[in-house]
């Protein structure tokens, strides 16, 4: 019988889409015997503190997460970044400009101005593609999210693999793309995923070298998808996970937070 952890590194508080107050959140994984979580709002990190705190109150482990909403070159996707540094500041100017359009506007504008006065695509944001002009219409690019999370010292994994794509063959052209721009893993076990469906997300993930997450895209009692949180994860694949994030054995009493800035007071990921 595999040895397992009980786990959920994909959760949704008020802060974004969920129903719940971050804190709710996290008594609520902490009563389904979740060991460690992670709160992973849609561009925000905003209910951070209040998620961390209240896991310590319950005795879970914390990992400082995050989901952006970008576009690959095949279909848009949803990134979940890990363990970045909560201050870095191009990341968090980023996921402010994907929730307030204008700022996406004024940010169209202006690289149209500097293109035209010759300054060479990219001097805006350093982590944009080569001659990539960031639409204020359109969610930032897939390779720009991954060069802005690795330069904030995080891990980046493809949510829910299946989504959008449905089969094992589109999917693998998807990763193509992904791992050409640096993907680090995939969320391979999904609660809403059946075993066969893990299996072979697995399988695909040893064979690319990618890493492995957990996680149950809890959104509420309401919702239709992650209503319940919480999911196991094979140990051996949680152990590489932590280790890629140097969270050590990820087995005791840590938190990502500890050797991490303190985090900014205020609405930093708004």
């Not at 129903?19 to 996290?26: E, F, K, R, T």
């Not at 930032?140 to 094992?168: D, Y």
């Not at 050590?248 to 930093?268: F, I």
Request: glycine share 10%; aromatic share 6%; with cysteine.
């Amino acid at each position: 019988m595999t040895d397992t952890i009980r786990v959920d590194l994909h959760c949704h508080s008020s802060a974004s889409d969920g129903d719940h107050s971050p804190a709710y959140v996290a008594h609520s994984v902490a009563a389904v015997g979740v060991v460690w979580a992670a709160l992973t709002d849609h561009n925000t990190i905003d209910g951070q503190e209040a998620f961390r705190a209240a896991l310590e109150r319950r005795g879970v482990n914390s990992i400082l997460g995050l989901e952006i909403a970008t576009r690959s070159q095949a279909v848009p996707v949803h990134l979940l970044a890990y363990s970045f540094h909560p201050d870095n500041e191009p990341l968090l100017q980023s996921l402010r400009t994907i929730r307030e359009p204008w700022r996406s506007s004024a940010r169209h504008w202006m690289y149209r101005a500097r293109s035209l006065t010759g300054r060479p695509p990219g001097t805006e944001r350093p982590c944009s593609p080569p001659g990539e002009d960031p639409s204020p219409h359109r969610p930032p690019g897939s390779a720009e999210v991954i060069c802005l999370v690795h330069s904030a010292g995080g891990r980046v994994f493809l949510a829910h693999p299946l989504a959008g794509v449905r089969t094992i063959e589109r999917l693998e052209k998807v990763l193509d793309l992904l791992q050409s721009e640096g993907l680090d893993g995939i969320e391979a076990f999904h609660s809403q995923y059946p075993e066969t469906v893990r299996r072979r997300l697995l399988e695909i993930a040893e064979r690319r070298d990618l890493l492995t997450v957990g996680g149950s895209d809890f959104h509420g009692l309401h919702h239709s998808d992650g209503a319940s949180p919480g999911v196991d994860m094979p140990l051996v694949h949680w152990n590489r996970f932590v280790a890629a994030l140097g969270l050590g054995s990820g087995q005791g009493p840590a938190s990502d937070y500890s050797d991490r800035p303190t985090m900014p007071r205020g609405r930093v990921g708004y």
